[in-house]
T-cell receptor, first 110, second 117 residues
Framework: KQEVTQIPAALSVPEGENLVLNCSFT??????LQWFRQDPGKGLTSLLL?????REQTSGRLNASLDKSSGRSTLYIAASQPGDSATYLC?????????FGAGTTVTVRA | DAGITQSPRHKVTETGTPVTLRCHQT?????MYWYRQDPGHGLRLIHY???????DKGEVSDGYSVSRSKTEDFLLTLESATSSQTSVYFC????????????????FGPGTRLTVL
């Protein structure tokens, strides 16, 4: 069974700082990995999908890396803003199924 | 945003009553999923569908059944609701393309908050 760990569980930073969110998973036989954002009381918004053949994926201020062999992915958010405050979830994809970590809750202070 | 709606958005029911949650998509995606989200457990897959009338179990399927008679609709039924099924339920869709590394993203609906008293 895929086990997903996200560190840290919570993070509070002043506006403008760069954020580094870590995700580790136990089974490296994955197809892809997806990063999501979840606002309180809301659904999940897909941020990035990294295919297993890629090592990085970028979208605006977001950059995600994937090291499948070591079972790690990192999400970088540059120049954080208060609007980035949310819970961030990573989900390695094993064929059809996503396995979720507990998430990292980010607070960006103005 | 992907065209996914869930109904109802909130429901309070009593133990032992049947409950059906509906997921509707307008994207014509082949795959549909039901997850539940609970504090301390994260998101867990209940059931999924890989086509009309084709469904399979996820990791927490006990007490739940599903049906998919049309591409756009995926129903989740709690035959006899229990308090342990109080949760937030999310539907997701994807349109898996190709094989191997090629795979499209999963998109999530807004969720249904279910309370079983």
């Amino acid at each position: 069974k895929q086990e997903v760990t996200q560190i840290p569980a919570a993070l509070s930073v002043p506006e403008g700082e760069n954020l580094v969110l870590n995700c580790s998973f136990t089974d490296s036989a994955i197809y892809n990995l997806q990063w999501f954002r979840q606002d309180p009381g809301k659904g999940l918004t897909s941020l990035l999908l990294i295919q297993s053949s890629q090592r990085e994926q970028t979208s605006g201020r977001l950059n995600a890396s994937l090291d499948k062999s070591s079972g790690r992915s990192t999400l970088y958010i540059a120049a954080s803003q208060p609007g980035d405050s949310a819970t961030y979830l990573c989900a390695p994809v094993d064929d059809y199924k996503l396995s979720f970590g507990a998430g990292t809750t980010v607070t960006v202070r103005a | 945003d992907a065209g996914i709606t869930q109904s109802p958005r909130h429901k309070v029911t009593e133990t032992g009553t049947p409950v059906t949650l509906r997921c509707h998509q307008t994207e014509n995606h082949r795959y549909m999923y039901w997850y539940r989200q609970d504090p301390g457990h994260g998101l867990r897959l209940i059931h999924y569908s890989y086509g009309v009338k084709d469904t399979d179990k996820g990791e927490v399927s006990d007490g739940y059944s599903v049906s998919r008679s049309k591409t756009e609709d995926f129903l989740l039924t709690l035959e006899s609701a229990t308090s342990s099924q109080t949760s937030v339920y999310f539907c997701a869709i994807s349109d898996r393309a190709g094989s191997g590394d090629s795979y499209n993203e999963q998109f999530f609906g807004p969720g249904t908050r279910l309370t079983v008293l």
